[in-house]
């Protein structure tokens, strides 16, 4: 599947060629350093490093005017602005489910690229997608056109899926939070989706959602009765994510409506996520009435 959109393709080129340089960057950089990222989470010093790492290499490219993540305050400005010109924003989770670098479980990297200044709707996507650090280093992209997987070596990107869909069977649930934490409606469907489908949460959302695509399913970060806005970052998490599983044939929710018609008050605002196939999100709408 080759990308038609010229920046589209530098972006993705740009970071399925830092993923190895990453992955190996992870060695010696699994503590956290005393900062806080906007979000209040303290960071690991890998948040931090490939935060640097990308912002450097994405904020040069010709047609990106603004580069943004998860672990820094302001978007950068380096180029047109996307508001009033064909240049693009780029929001990245440079480094997803951190948590995990101590028990050294999966982690990913998360893009969109926006055609509009941040923070914007999800539905001025054009591409989206993830790198997952499991056995293998593997990236998802989702265009308009279709969702391919590729696996990464060396720099370099081979496809292993140039449509990749969402089962039509759903197989597997992941749900984030405490139960105790959960509100009664949600709490009353997860007990449903529980007695039907097989539990697989490990911590990093691309790690399960990355099962949810190969295996169908559902994963969610609901709205907590402590923190009724979720947990996950709406630009860097939950439109990437909603872009991509939307793609692939399914849904996305904040609990009432797609994740990508959202309307963003400030950059780092958080969200519910809830992403899978059309007919469970169709059910925790229903659920959270
Ligand atoms: P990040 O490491 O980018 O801050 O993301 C962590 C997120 C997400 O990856 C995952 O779904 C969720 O945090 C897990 O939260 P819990 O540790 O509360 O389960
Ligand atoms: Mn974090
Ligand atoms: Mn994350
Ligand atoms: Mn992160």
Redesign the pocket.
Known sequence: MTIKDPVVEDVVATISRSATEIRQGLIGRRGTIDEENP?G?TQAEA?VWADGLLADRIAELDGVGQYAS?ERTDVIDCGDDPAESDAYAIAV?P?????NLKSNNT?GTIFGVYDAALPARGETLIAAGYVLYGPITTMVIATDETVAEYELSGGERAIVDSDVTLPGEPVVYGF??RVPDWTDDFREYAREIEHELKLR?G????G?VNQVLTYGGTFG?PALESRPVG??RLQF?GNPIGYVVERAGGRSSNGERSLLAVEPEDLHDRTPVHVGNAALIDRLEKALE
């Open positions: 979000s989470e948040d998860e989770d480094l997803d489910g951190s948590s982690m984030g939070g949460y911590g990093a959302l691309i399960d970060y947990k996950l998490e």
